[in-house]
Nanobody, 118 residues
Framework: VQLQASGGGSVQAGDSLKLSCVAS????????LGWFRQAPGKEREFVAS??????????PDYKDSVKGRFTISGDAKNTVYLQMNSLKLEDTAVYYC??????????WGQGTLVTVSS
């Protein structure tokens, strides 16, 4: 499975940004795609995820601190999006998309940097 993320950038607090990630290769018909992030000096953390089940999309799940501000979505082309609104300084991180064929995330994209400034 290959994952290609895009959409990162530098924005000001309160702005919006949309990340995209395309999953290709042997993704399977039932899997999850998730977004994780790693801030400088911190461990990688879960942000949001969504599930594909034989052509249908289920979920999503969110980290509590992004609920109401971030929206994860997907399409039939195995692309997952992360719409990020009302960005805060603490959202600054490298964002990674990941693929889980059966509950455990095994494949990771290269990461895209999101920088939020005041």
């Amino acid at each position: 499975v290959q994952l290609q993320a895009s959409g990162g950038g530098s924005v000001q607090a309160g702005d919006s940004l949309k990340l995209s990630c395309v999953a290709s290769g042997r993704t399977g018909s039932s899997f999850s795609l998730g977004w994780f992030r790693q801030a400088p000096g911190k461990e990688r953390e879960f942000v949001a995820s969504i599930k594909w089940r034989v052509g249908s999309i289920f979920g999503p799940d969110y980290k509590d601190s992004v609920k109401g501000r971030f929206t994860i979505s997907g399409d039939a082309k195995n692309t997952v999006y992360l719409q990020m609104n009302s960005l805060k300084l603490e959202d600054t991180a490298v964002y990674y998309c990941a693929h889980a064929p059966a509950g455990r995330y095994m494949y990771w994209g290269q990461g895209t940097l999101v920088t939020v400034s005041s």
